[in-house]
């Protein structure tokens, strides 16, 4: 690929077009090469770097550039100096059947990168979690979500333009968080097919939850604030499912 298609990763749509996406900084590349050693999928990766980075151990096809080019290539504002140029997952035609254990965390027209990077990051911890994603979500292969999940994006099985509406095809048994509902404490919270969080504004929408007849849980506190950020309220969700 050309640099100056590469430059244009940036953008979801030309990220579609050419089938790649950007990961930058040490921490990620390093996350990246471990992922490649059980993805063959990875394996067509190129990996662009500065001089100082030329002799960085890599399995990946490798090109050095001049600072001005990285300075192009990055979407930060102090280049760490190395980038890898990733072709997308086959998310279309990948494997949709629940591997044993594996619980399901659907996001429903989630629109903040650092809120999905979050996630994608406390679901890879804990392991034996699913991420589906509704249409009008953000995209998960955008640089700030990327970032932000620091390397779990190569590690949690994801789905995108899930519709609401398909769920009861796929699973029997849905919660969702509310103010009014039981304490997630409760073990009942732990035998759900699928968790259900909603738009950081909006919710998930009060007609689907009657259709899919979810049942509500809330997280127990103090009541000083109105909610939890939604980050926030799959991560304790997902370590109480976990314990």
């Not at 790649?20 to 490649?36: M, S």
């Not at 063959?40 to 151990?57: G, I």
């Not at 990077?117 to 890879?124: D, F, N, P, Q, S």
């Amino acid at each position: 690929m050309k640099l100056d298609d590469v430059k244009k990763l940036h953008q979801k749509k030309y990220r579609n077009q050419l089938g790649h996406y950007l990961v930058e900084g040490e921490h990620l590349i390093l996350e990246l090469q471990k992922a490649e050693s059980g993805n063959q999928s990875l394996s067509s990766t190129r990996l662009y770097v500065t001089e100082e980075y030329q002799d960085w151990q890599t399995p990946f096809e490798k090109q050095v550039v001049s600072k001005k080019q990285m300075a192009q290539l990055s979407d930060t504002k102090t280049p760490q100096g190395i980038i890898a140029c990733v072709p997308l997952p086959d998310l279309e035609n990948s494997q949709r059947v629940l591997q044993v254990g594996e619980r399901c965390i659907y996001l429903h027209e989630v629109q903040d990168p650092g809120n999905l990077g979050t996630i994608l990051r406390t679901l890879a911890w804990f392991g034996d979690f699913r991420l589906l994603l509704s249409p009008n979500s953000v995209d998960p292969f955008n640089p700030k979500v990327v970032r932000s999940s620091m390397g779990a994006i190569f590690h949690v099985p994801m789905e995108l333009d899930v519709q609401l509406e398909d769920l009861p095809n796929r699973f029997e048994r849905f919660a969702y968080l509310d103010m009014e509902g039981e304490l997630i404490g409760n073990p009942a919270f732990n035998e759900f097919n699928c968790y259900l969080f909603g738009n950081e504004a909006r919710g998930v929408p009060r007609e689907a939850l009657s259709a899919l007849n979810a049942q509500a849980f809330t997280i127990a506190g103090a009541g000083a604030i109105e909610s939890l950020n939604l980050a926030m309220a799959v991560n304790i969700s997902a370590y109480q499912l976990s314990v």
